[in-house]
């Protein structure tokens, strides 16, 4: 089973629903490692880490489903459990092993301690109450991204609503909260499959092509 399995998560629509989401890849050649936390790493180990960052389990050997996964992880526009996922990965999240009990190489057995799904999908819901409000308010359309930070990095930083009990976001400092607020509200917007492409051939190490669409559209490579 590839990573990139089909999820429930609620693109964004007025008023927003759920849908299953994939991507379809195809790809040709030797995928053979990729920078995360500022440095290579093989693409065994990039496979251990997307085991416990996405929570689903990759018996298949080989590189392609390593690359699928990172696709997985990237492309978020849309989604807000996504877009948290990720954001927290970029910033709040130190090390590889981070998502293994502090286990820098990843290696089989080690707990897995990346964030679970369900906590990703309910910060992304505090996400969506504030861009839903602020999306009645005409004078917010134009500086839609500028206001939803804004309001939520504000209601953070005083531990308003769910906040306040959210032991994990009680660990931040407030360039965190920030740079993750931010992060989430812009990849939410923007992080579309081509974005993600463009993110994992920057990274990517080997010599190898690969072409991308998403199933939630129309086709389109």
Known sequence: MAFAAIKQDAPFRRPSQACAVGITITHNGDFEGYELFGSRVSNQVVGRWLERVLHCSNSVAGDSPKIAGILELLATQGRWGASV???YQIHIAKSLGDAASGDAMVKPGSPNTA????????????????????????????????????????????????????????????DEVSAFTSEVVGR?????????????????????????????SSPTL
């Open 85 to 87: 996922r990720l954001a």
């Open 115 to 174: 964030p679970q799904w369900a906590w990703c999908v309910e910060v992304g819901q505090r996400f969506e109450s504030h861009i839903s409000r602020l999306l009645d308010a005409s004078d917010a359309r134009q500086k839609l991204e500028e206001a939803v930070t804004e309001s939520i990095i504000s209601e953070i930083s005083a531990r308003e609503g769910t906040w306040q009990t959210d032991y994990e976001v009680r660990r931040w400092d407030a």
């Open 188 to 216: 939410f917007l923007r992080g579309n499959l081509f974005s993600a492409m463009k993110e994992f051939m920057r990274k990517a190490h080997g010599s190898f092509g690969i072409q991308a669409y998403p199933l939630v």
